[in-house]
């Protein structure tokens, strides 16, 4: 196992180098530029050394090479140095926003505990809440309890977020009064009223989240469980007396867990892409927030960062479920 983690790590190399450029002069070749925040009021000779001391004016070769050992290794040195107060980051020219001229890395900080306590609790309520509904509605094959969770994931797949979270707005916040329709990203838990009130504010975006992702992994679920429920071995714990509880939920469930840990684990980084709407429609100052703020202001610096961690985020935790299968099947060996 850790020869093949290993391996798969230093494949990962080129091919997030190959990601990294694609990514780089996909962004940097689509038109905007500093130049078009910059108020027409100021002189020429200030616009210019503005430019420079953003690095707009290096050819595109020599900026993705500063911006690659920027990304690699000065921010992660700015990390080592906030935890243990060295200095080895000191001079160094860190990745820079065009829209607020501070570094990129701060922003990310800044915004990411917003979308992780959010985006993460989403995605948390809608696996325990696919998980149970496709391992019951597999079991259950055709019954009622079946027809209700095909008909909850058509109504996951088909509706878009940004309707059901309209929707809900609207029922929760609008009629029922129950919900706020803004995420107030000042509020400050430091008591149980404070702790109600995220909890409150929290509920509308995990519904409308929860709902697409539950959708899609109940799906994933019920077909794996109704494709080992037919398998000779299930006939055979059957056959040797065990109850239908032990067979379904530990010969069954765990050779049917293997093709859904891949799509949890891919859809861990899938949901900071699909959260962009969400977050938007609910006022959440997270990452989805700051990659639309900085696509409107052309702030390309920002967007090639913050693409390049979906995709660092997409290699890595393919190669968790990767690690994951060979623990829930002992017979898939990486020798």
Request: glycine share 8%; no cysteine; aromatic share 12%.
């Amino acid at each position: 196992m850790l020869t093949f983690t290993l391996r798969r790590l230093l494949l990962a190399i080129p091919t997030l180098l190959v990601i990294s450029l694609v990514i780089f002069l996909l962004v940097d070749l689509a038109p905007g530029s500093p130049m078009s925040e910059i108020p027409l009021t100021v002189p020429p000779d200030v616009r210019q050394r503005m430019i420079e001391a953003l690095g707009a004016d290096q050819p595109v070769i020599v900026r993705y090479f500063l911006w690659l050992r920027q990304f690699f290794w000065v921010e992660p040195m700015v990390v080592l140095d906030g935890w243990f107060g060295t200095t080895w980051s000191e001079g160094e020219q860190r990745i820079l926003s065009w829209q607020s001229r501070s570094p990129v890395f701060d922003i990310i900080g800044q915004r990411l505990p917003q979308t992780m306590i959010v985006i993460g609790t989403a995605y948390l309520v809608g696996i325990m809440i696919a998980l149970p509904i496709g391992i019951y509605s597999a079991y259950r094959q055709y019954s009622l309890f079946d027809q209700g969770g095909t008909l909850f994931a058509m109504i996951g797949f088909s509706v878009p977020t940004f309707f059901s979270g309209t929707l809900f707005i609207i029922i929760f916040a609008v009629w029922l009064g129950w919900f706020p329709t803004k995420y107030d990203t000042q509020l400050v838990v430091n008591d149980w009223d404070s702790f109600i009130k995220q909890i409150q504010q929290m509920a509308l975006p995990v519904m409308t989240l929860g709902l697409a992702n539950a959708a899609a992994i109940s799906r994933y679920m019920r077909s794996s469980m109704l494709d080992n429920m037919a398998m000779d071995y299930v006939r055979t714990a059957r056959a040797k007396g065990m109850t239908e509880r032990v067979v379904v939920l530990k010969h069954v469930l765990r050779n049917s867990m293997i093709p859904v840990v891949t799509v949890i684990a891919l859809g861990i980084p899938a949901i900071f892409g699909g959260a962009i709407i969400t977050e938007n429609l609910f006022g959440v100052n997270g990452i989805g927030a700051a990659l639309i703020g900085a696509i409107h202001a052309n702030d390309i610096p920002m967007v090639q960062t913050l693409a390049f961690i979906f995709a660092v985020l997409i290699v890595l935790f393919n190669l968790i479920a990767d690690v994951l299968y060979g623990l829930l099947d002992p017979r898939i060996r990486y020798d």
